[in-house]
C-alpha cells in the first residue's frame, strides 16, 4: 500500500462520516482563524500607521499640555524661541476644538475644526485639494472666517458631490453653544475609501476636521494667543529623540514646571502602536494557542474513538499482510489530512474575518507567507502531535484479539 | 508445505498460566484437504492462529513453505501473512465500506500490486468463485453464502501456499454450507492446500483428512473415508 493510496484511504474515512469530521476540526478553524485574523490585521494595520506618519514627515512632533490649565500654554515667545533652535526646522501652534453641525437633514453632527499656520496645512498635513484653495497668510492676518473642509463634508453635510458647488456657500458650526460661520473656500481628499459604508463615513466626519486659520480660532475659543497643541519638524540629520526632549525640558522650564509637556515624535507614535499591536498579537495569540490545544486534544480523542470502533477492520487489514507500520502511517495520515484541512479552513476564514474587520477601519489586511506557512505548520505540528498516539495504539493491537472484537 | 514439531501454547495473565496446547507435531502436504474438529476449548483455534501466523508459539517449530517462521520476528509476519496464507473466516470479515472487488483486491494492495492488475486478478478471482457480476456491490448487499465467496475469492488473489479456514460454514444455511464446500474441493482439485477448522462432522465429510483435538493434544488423525461431494 502506497502513499497515495493512504491518502485516499484517510480522505473516505474522514468523508464517510462528515458530520464527525466537521465538529473535530471546529476548535482548529477556531485557533487557526484567530491568529490568522489578527496577524492579518496587525500586518495591515502596521503598513496603514507606516503611511499615516510618512505623510506627515518621520521628523514630525507634536507638543501638548498635559492639563488645560492657561499657565501651561505656550506663547508667542515660547515660538520664537523653539524656531530659533539650529535643529527645528519648523514649529507651529495650532487649536483644536470639537462642535457640531446640522446635516441638510436637520441632523446633528459632529465635526472637528483646526486652527494653524498655511504652511502647517500645505507641509505638514500635506492636503490635497479637490477644488478651491486654501487659507493664507492674508486670512490668517484678518482672521478670516474661512474653512478648508473634506469630500466628506461636502458630501454628507453639504449634500454636494461637485466640489465646486460648495465653494463660497456658508456652514454653521455650533461650538460651546455659540454657532459661527464660515465660508467654504476649498475642498480636500479625505483617505476615506468611496466604497466604506454610509454609516462608517458618516461616523469618521469627525476625524476629518475643519481646517482654518489659528487666528480664527484663537478669537472663537479666547485662547488670547496662547495654544495648547503645537506640531513642529526636525531637521532630518539630528536625533528625533534628543531634540524632542530639549524642547520638553525648554518648554518646562520656561514655563516653571517639572514635567507638563507631552513631546511625542513620529516614531513614538509609531513605537507605541507597534508595542500595542504586539501585546495584542500575544495575548490572542496566547488565547488561540489554548483553542488549538483544546483542538488538538479533542482530535486525539477522536482518533481514539475511531481505532476503538474500527478495531476489527484493523485486524481483519492485519490478517490479509498490513503491517503495523503501514496501520500507523494509516491512522497518522488521517490525522494530518483532519488538521491540514482544518489549519487551511481556519486561516481561509481568519483572512476573511480580517478584511471583513479591516474593512470597518481603513486597514487592507495582509496575508504573508509567513502566515501561510504558520498555519500549515502549526497544523501538521498537531496532527502528528495528537495523532501519533492513537495512530500507535491502532498499529499495535494484537490481531487474533481484534479480529474476535465486535 | 507445513511442519510443526514440539508446539506448546501457554497463555500467561498474571500469576495464572493457561496451557492451550501441549507438544504438537503436525504435517500437512501440499494438495492436502485437512479439517481440524474438536470440542471449543481444545486448543484448535489457537492451533489455527498459529499456523496462520496470527499468533506465535511458547515453545517448537513450525516450518512454513520450507521457511522456519518461528524464529520470524512479529513484524515480519504481516508479509508472510499476505504472502504465503489466506484467511477464511466464520464472519467473513469483510469490510463493509469497500466494495466487493475493493474487498477481494487488499491483500494486493498490502503486496504492493498495481492498481490495474489488481483488478484484473480480482476480476478472476471472483470468476473462479461464481461471483463475476456483483463486483460493485457492497458486502451488505449480498447473501452470507456470496460473502463466503468474496471472501474465499480475498483469500485465493495473492496465490497462497495454504488456505486456512476457521468455521467457515458456521454462519452459513445448509444449502449454502453444501455451496461453500464444494468451492473448496474444485479449489482442492486444482492443487490449493486448505486446512479447515470445524465443529460439525459432516462438512468435515467434505475433506481429505480430519485431525480432533482434545484438551491441547491430538487425539485422532485419519483420512476421511465416504467422502462427501466427490
Redesign the interface.
Known sequence: MNLKESITLGFKQLLSNKGRTFLTMLGMFIGVGAVIMILALGAGFKEYTKKFYSNIGLGAFQVSCKDQSPHLRLTPEDFEVIKSMPEIESFVGAIWESGTVYNRKGETRRVSLFGSEPEYTSTVEKLKLLSGRLYTEKDKEIAARVVVISDLHAKLIMGQTNYKNVLGKTVEVKIDEQTETFEIIGVYKSDMPSNTPQQFQENALGEYPMYTAITTMDIITKAGGNVSLAYGSIKMEYDQKEISSQVRLLLNRRHQQKDSYNVNTVADFIDFANNMLNMITLFISAVAGISLLVGGVGIMNIMLVTVKERTREIGVRKALGASNKVILRQFLIEALILTIIAGTIGMLLGYIGSVVVGGMYNIQAKLTIGMIAFSVGTSTAIGLLFGVYPAYQAARLDPVESLRYE | MIDVQKVNKIYRNGKLELQALFDIDFRVEKEEFVSIMGASGSGKTTFL?IL?C??HATSGTYILDGVNVSEIKD?EY??I???KIG?V?QAF?L?P?LTIVENVE??M????IKPKERRERALDALIKVGLGNRIKHTPNEISGGQKQRVAIA?ALV?TPSIILADEPTGNLDSKSSVEIMNIFQGLNNEGVTIVMVTHEPDIAQYTKRKVVFRDGIIIEDALIANRRGV
Open positions: 492462529h496462520g496470527l499468533d513484524t504481516a508479509k501473512r499476505n504472502q484467511f473466516f470479515n469490510l465500506k487488499l491483500p494492495m498490502y503486496a504492493g480475498r495473492n
